[in-house]
Nanobody, 117 residues
Framework: QVQLVESGGGLVQPGGSLRLSCTAS????????MGWYRQAPGKQRDLVAS?????TTNYADSVKGRFAISRDTNTVLLQMNSLKPEDTAVYYC?????????????WGRGTQVTVSS
């Protein structure tokens, strides 16, 4: 199994920045990809950004040019700049990993990001 622990959420004013961090642990043979999703109240959980083991990144159109995802070994970072009120949501870390028992997908518990003046 894989465990994901997130940190870095909080309250920030519009135009501000936050950096989210997520570290994966457990019986991991290889991490295929890691990413961040978000879910606002009453809405579905959507992809924000992802990064593969080869470094290929993918961003939601709404965050392109403002957010940057990076990864170092078992930790994925999401640098969020020029934050807007519509970025307010619970942000969830996601990882697709290979274990001795096959491929599995793990989720973190989520971290709240609130953008408000």
């Amino acid at each position: 199994q894989v465990q994901l622990v997130e940190s870095g959420g909080g309250l920030v004013q519009p135009g501000g920045s936050l950096r989210l961090s997520c570290t994966a642990s457990g019986s991991i043979s290889r991490i295929r990809s890691m990413g961040w999703y978000r879910q606002a109240p009453g809405k579905q959980r959507d992809l924000v950004a992802s990064i593969t083991s080869g470094g290929t990144t993918n961003y939601a159109d709404s965050v392109k040019g403002r957010f940057a995802i990076s990864r170092d070994t078992n930790t994925v970072l999401l640098q969020m700049n020029s934050l807007k009120p519509e970025d307010t949501a619970v942000y969830y870390c996601n990882a697709q990993v290979e274990t001795a028992w096959g491929t599995t997908v793990g989720w973190g518990r989520g971290t709240q990001v609130t953008v408000s003046s």
